[in-house]
C-alpha cells in the first residue's frame, strides 16, 4: 500500500510542543477553496484519508478532485478507502479468523509463507455475544452466566486464545467486559489519530464486522458495519473501494421536550429515514439542535443507522465531542489534538442550515418527539407511547386470523400480550447515563410505592460496559433494580442478539399450550421475527426507562399514558406519571455519580481475562491444529468451491430451480439465525450425530466457525415464511419437480445430487439487519448460484458478491409475482447478445411452466464496480486475495 500524500496537501499543526503534518485536500491543485467549504464532513473525512494513502494504480487524482468540488464524478469510478484500523465481535470475528487461519493452512501449497497471512492494520476483537441469559433475578446470575459461557465456548475461546499469539496487531478483550461498540465508544476511539511528534495526525476511521459499528459516529468518527468478507479483504492490506458517496444531511432544530429521551428520538428518526429511503447513502447530522444532544443521545442515534438503512451517521466535532471525551478520562493531550486538528481543517461545529451542500435534507425537529415503543416486529414500526396497544392489537388481531386461540384451561397467568421479557441491555442505550438512571429513579419510585413485576416477566440487566454498573452502585439506584428483578445477568449483548435463554418452564408450557402471543420488550436495536425469543412473537424496542415500566405492568397491550400500570398496597393506582423523573433530576444524579476516573478504572486492564480465562489451555504454532473432531471449528472449504456463475456464450444457466421465494424485509436472521438450534433441525441433527447432547448445542451464532453446522442453520429461522411451502413456516421448501416437503438443507442436497442449479427469489429490502457474513456464505455452500431480489441492503448485497453469489435486482414495480410466476417453473439466465457480465449490466430470465409456457424479462446485475466484478469471477474474496495479493 502507498502511503505517500501530494506534497502540496501536507500541512502542520502544533499542540503544546508537539506537532503534527495534517492532510489537507482542499490544497489539490484544481480544488475550489469555496467548494471545498461546502462539502459534507463525511465527504471530507472520506478525502483526507484516500489523499495521505493515494495511489495512482488505484485512483486518478481527477476524480478526487471533482468530488472535492462537489462536480459530477463517473458512475463507475471507485475510491480506495483505507480505514484505520478493524472492529470485530466474536459471533463474526471468529468466522474472519477461521478464515484467516485456513488460508495459513492452504498458504504453503499456494506458495506462501504462512506468516504473511497476518492484519496490517490494528484489529481489535470484543467477545460480548456469547452469554446467554441462563440465570436471571439472584445475585449470583453473573457468575452463574459467565460460568455457563466457559462450559460452552471454552474451544472457540482457545481458538481466540490462540489467535491473539499468532497473529500480529490483534487484541483480544475477554468476555464479561462489555459490548464492542460500547467499549468503541468509551475506550478504542481516538476521534484524532496522532503517532509520534512530526509524523501524521488524522481522523480515526474504521470498518467492523458488526452493522452497529455506526455508534462511534456519535462522537465524530466515521466508521461503518461490513460482512466479515470484507473486512478480511481489508485485513490483508486491500483497500475498501467506495463509489461517489450520496450524503443526506438531518437538520436538527429544538431541544427534546420533557418525558422524550434518546430511544425515542432514534425510534423517530429510523421511522422517518426509512419512508425517506437511505439505503447505501451516508447521513450526517448538522443545524442547532446537534448541540442540545450529548454524544450519549448522538451515538444512540448513530448505533441505529442499519435499522434506518444508511451507511454511516456522522455527527460533528464541537464542544460536547470535547466534553464527552474528558469525562470518559481520555488524556488532555489527546483531546486538546483533537480539538486542535478540527479547528485547523474546517472539521469543528454542527454546520449551520444551507452553508453545506448535501445530496437531499431531512428536517426534524426535536421538540416534535413523543415517547415512542417500536414493534412488533421491526425497528421502523415506532409508534407513540398511546398508540403502543393498537400496535399490539393490530398484530395479535393479525396472527389470530389464521389460528384461533386454544382455550386457558390451565388456569395461568400467562395470556396473549403478556410480556414475558424485560430487558435492559443492548450498547444502543446502555451507552446513555441519562436513560439509565432514568431507569434506576424509575425502580426506586416504584419500590417505595410497593410495585413488584410479575413473577411470569423474565427480567435482565445487561450493560454494554462495567462502567454502567458503577455509576448507578455510586447513585445508589442498583439495589432497587434488584429489587424489581432488574439483576446483573452479564456484560454482552444478550437478549439484543437472540441470547434470551430460556423462559421459565411454566410459562414456556403456558405458551406452547395456547399458542399465545406474547411479548418482550428490550432496550435493543433489532426486535425481528424469532430473533429475541423462539416463543416471542411480539417485540417491543423502547427505552430503559420504558422498559422497567411495562414491566411493572406486565402487559402489552395497556396505554401507559392513561392506564395505571399497578397499584399501592391500599388498592390505589399508579401511574407511570408518578414515577417518571423530571430531566434536571436526572442529570443532577448523572453529575454526581460519574467521574473520568471510572472509566480509567474500568478500562486499565480490559485485556486481562478473568480465571477462565487466563486458564485456558491454549494451542502454540502459527497454523492452527484443525480437530476432525470438533463441532465449532473447522477448515473453512471456500478456498475449493465450484466457480461462480459465468457466462458461455451469454448463456449463465439453464434447468435452474428456486430454492426459495420470499417476501419483503427478510432479514439476515432470517437466513442465518443466531439464536438457539432446534432439536429437530438439520443442524441439531447433525450435531446430535457427532455425539453432542442437545443441552450443548449452544447457538447458531457460537457455532459460525464451522461451517457443516452453519450450512445447515442456513434458512432455518423458525419464522420464515416461503411460498413454495406456504402455509408452514420455517426452514422448510418444497423439492421441485416431485412436490416433495422437505427442508431447506435437505432440497439443497438432492438438488446437487440431481445438478440442479439454484436461485432465491426475494422482494424489497432482502438482506436487512445484522452485517452477518454467513448470511452469503450458507447460500453459496447450499448451491445458490444467483438471487434475484425487488431490492437489496447494502451489507448483505456486499456479502453476495464476496462469496461469489450473483445479486440480481428485478426492474422498478417488477417482481417474480408480476410476471405471473410462481417459482415453480424452471429458469434459464443468459446475458442479452451472448455478451459477458458487465457492472450494472443486464442478464435476461426465461421461466418455463410446466405446461411449456415461457416468461421472458429481465434483471439488473447489481455487480456496482469493476472491482466487485472481479471478486465475483474469481469466486469471492478469499480466492481473489490468495491468487492476487499473495500470488508467488
Keep these: 500500500m502507498s502511503a505517500q500524500p501530494p506534497p502540496e496537501t501536507v500541512d502542520r499543526i502544533a499542540v503544546g510542543s508537539a506537532e503534527w503534518n495534517v492532510v489537507r485536500p482542499e490544497r489539490l491543485a484544481g480544488v475550489d477553496p469555496a467548494r471545498w467549504a461546502r462539502r459534507p464532513r463525511t465527504v471530507r473525512v472520506l478525502l483526507e484519508n484516500i489523499v495521505r494513502h493515494f495511489d495512482p494504480a488505484r485512483c486518478d487524482l481527477a476524480s478526487v478532485r471533482a468530488l472535492a468540488n462537489g462536480a459530477s464524478v463517473p458512475p463507475e469510478t471507485e475510491f480506495a478507502f483505507y480505514p484505520e484500523r478493524v472492529l470485530l465481535q466474536d459471533f463474526t470475528g471468529i468466522p474472519v479468523l477461521v478464515d484467516l487461519a485456513t488460508l495459513r493452512s492452504a498458504a504453503g501449497a499456494h506458495g506462501v509463507r504462512p506468516e504473511r497471512i497476518n492484519p496490517t492494520v490494528p484489529v481489535d476483537l470484543i467477545v460480548d455475544h456469547s452469554v446467554q441469559v441462563d440465570s436471571f433475578g439472584s445475585p449470583r446470575s453473573l457468575l452463574v452466566n459467565l460460568d455457563h459461557e466457559y462450559e460452552r465456548n471454552g474451544e472457540r475461546y482457545r481458538f481466540l486464545r490462540w489467535a491473539k499469539g499468532a497473529y500480529e496487531n490483534l487484541k483480544i478483550v475477554p468476555p464479561g467486559n462489555g459490548i464492542c461498540h460500547q467499549v468503541n465508544l468509551e475506550h478504542l476511539a481516538t476521534v484524532v489519530v496522532g503517532g509520534p511528534s512530526g509524523g501524521f495526525a488524522y481522523p480515526d476511521t474504521l470498518i467492523g464486522t458488526d452493522s452497529h459499528t455506526t455508534m462511534v459516529n456519535g462522537v465524530a468518527v466515521l466508521g461503518w458495519g461490513v460482512g466479515g468478507i470484507e473486512a478480511e479483504a481489508v485485513l490483508l492490506g486491500e483497500p475498501y473501494y467506495l463509489g461517489r458517496p450520496e450524503v443526506v444531511g438531518v437538520e436538527l432544530s429544538g431541544r427534546l421536550p420533557d418525558g422524550a429521551t434518546a430511544t425515542d428520538l432514534v425510534l423517530t428518526v429510523t421511522r422517518r429515514l426509512r419512508e425517506k429511503g437511505v439505503v447505501d447513502k451516508f447521513v450526517e447530522f448538522f443545524g442547532p439542535g446537534v448541540a442540545h444532544l450529548s454524544v450519549p443521545d448522538r451515538a444512540t442515534i448513530s ?395 449452544n447457538t447458531y451464532g457460537a457455532r459460525r466457525g464451522h461451517h457443516e453446522v452453519l450450512v445447515r442453520g442456513t434458512f432455518a429461522n423458525v419464522r420464515l415464511k416461503n411460498a413454495l411451502a406456504a402455509p408452514k413456516e420455517g426452514g422448510v421448501t418444497v423439492h421441485l419437480p416431485s412436490g416433495d416437503p422437505m427442508t431447506v438443507y435437505d432440497a439443497a442436497e438432492r438438488y446437487r445430487t440431481d445438478g440442479t442449479p439454484l436461485l432465491v427469489f426475494a422482494g424489497k429490502s432482502y438482506g436487512q439487519g445484522s452485517s452477518r457474513d454467513w448470511a452469503a456464505k450458507g447460500p453459496r455452500l447450499l448451491g445458490v448460484r444467483a438471487v434475484l431480489a425487488e431490492s437489496y441492503e447494502r451489507i448483505h448485497r456486499t456479502n453476495l458478491v464476496e462469496m461469489g453469489v450473483l445479486p440480481l435486482q428485478f426492474r422498478p414495480g417488477e417482481s417474480l409475482a408480476a410476471h405471473g410466476l410462481t417459482g415453480r417453473e424452471t429458469f434459464a439466465l443468459a446475458i442479452p447478445g451472448g455478451g459477458d457480465l458487465a457492472p450494472n449490466g443486464t442478464v435476461e430470465v426465461t421461466a418455463r411452466a410446466d405446461d411449456g409456457h415461457t416468461t421472458t424479462f429481465s434483471v439488473r446485475i447489481r455487480l456496482n464496480s469493476a472491482v466487485e466484478l472481479e471478486y465475483y469471477r474469481a469466486g469471492g474474496v478469499l480466492p481473489y486475495v490468495m491468487a492476487h495479493r499473495f500470488a508467488a
Excluded at 325 to 345: I, K, N, P, Q
Design 303 to 697: 448505533n441505529m443507522c442499519p435499522e434506518y438503512g444508511a451507511t454511516a451517521a456522522l455527527f460533528p466535532i464541537d464542544a460536547g465531542t470535547i466534553d464527552y471525551l474528558r469525562s470518559t478520562g481520555r488524556s488532555d493531550a489527546d483531546v486538546e489534538r483533537v480539538a486542535a486538528y478540527a479547528r485547523a481543517t474546517g472539521l469543528w461545529g454542527a454546520p449551520a442550515p444551507g452553508s453545506v451542500d448535501y445530496d437531499d435534507v431531512l428536517v426534524l425537529d426535536l421538540a416534535t418527539v413523543v415517547p415512542s415503543v417500536s414493534g412488533p416486529r421491526n425497528p421502523e414500526e415506532s409508534v407513540a407511547l398511546a398508540d403502543a396497544p393498537a400496535s399490539f392489537r393490530k398484530g395479535l388481531s393479525a396472527y389470530r386470523a389464521g389460528r384461533p386461540a386454544a382455550a386457558n384451561g390451565n388456569g395461568s397467568v400467562v395470556h396473549d400480550g403478556s410480556v414475558v421479557i424485560a430487558a435492559i441491555t443492548s450498547c444502543t442505550n446502555t451507552s446513555n447515563p441519562s436513560v439509565m438512571v432514568g431507569a434506576g429513579l424509575i425502580a426506586k419510585r416504584a419500590v417505595e410505592l410497593g410495585l413488584s413485576v410479575p413473577s411470569y416477566v423474565k427480567t435482565s440487566l445487561a450493560p454494554g460496559s462495567k462502567v454502567v454498573t458503577a455509576y448507578l452502585e455510586r447513585a445508589g439506584l442498583l439495589p432497587y433494580l434488584d429489587r424489581l428483578g432488574f439483576e446483573l445477568v452479564g456484560y454482552g449483548c444478550t437478549t439484543c442478539i437472540g441470547n434470551s435463554g430460556p423462559l421459565p418452564p411454566e410459562v414456556d408450557r403456558a405458551v406452547q399450550a395456547g399458542d399465545l402471543y406474547v411479548a418482550a420488550v428490550l432496550s435493543g436495536n433489532r426486535n425481528f421475527e424469532a430473533r429475541i425469543h423462539n416463543r416471542v412473537r411480539a417485540n417491543y424496542l423502547a427505552s430503559p426507562m420504558l422498559v422497567v415500566a411495562y414491566a411493572l405492568a406486565g402487559r402489552m397491550d395497556v396505554d401507559l399514558t392513561r392506564e395505571p400500570l399497578g397499584v399501592r398496597a391500599d388498592g390505589t393506582p399508579v401511574y407511570l406519571r408518578e414515577l417518571w423523573p423530571k430531566p434536571e433530576e436526572v442529570a443532577a444524579l448523572v453529575d454526581r455519580s460519574l467521574d473520568p476516573g471510572m472509566f480509567r478504572d474500568k478500562y486499565r486492564a480490559i485485556e486481562v481475562g478473568d480465571p477462565h480465562w487466563e486458564a485456558l489451555d491454549v494451542p502454540a504454532g502459527l497454523d492452527y491444529p484443525w480437530s476432525a473432531a470438533s463441532t465449532y471449528l473447522a477448515e473453512a472449504p471456500y478456498l475449493e468451491l465450484p466457480p461462480p456463475m459465468l457466462p458461455d456464450h451469454g448463456k449463465l444457466v439453464a434447468g435452474a430451480r428456486a430454492l426459495l421465494v420470499v417476501g419483503d424485509k427478510v432479514s439476515t436472521d432470517h437466513i442465518s439465525p443466531a439464536g438457539e438450534i432446534p432439536v429437530d433441525s438439520p443442524a441439531g441433527k447433525y450435531l446430535a450425530a457427532h455425539g453432542v447432547a442437545p443441552a450443548d448445542f
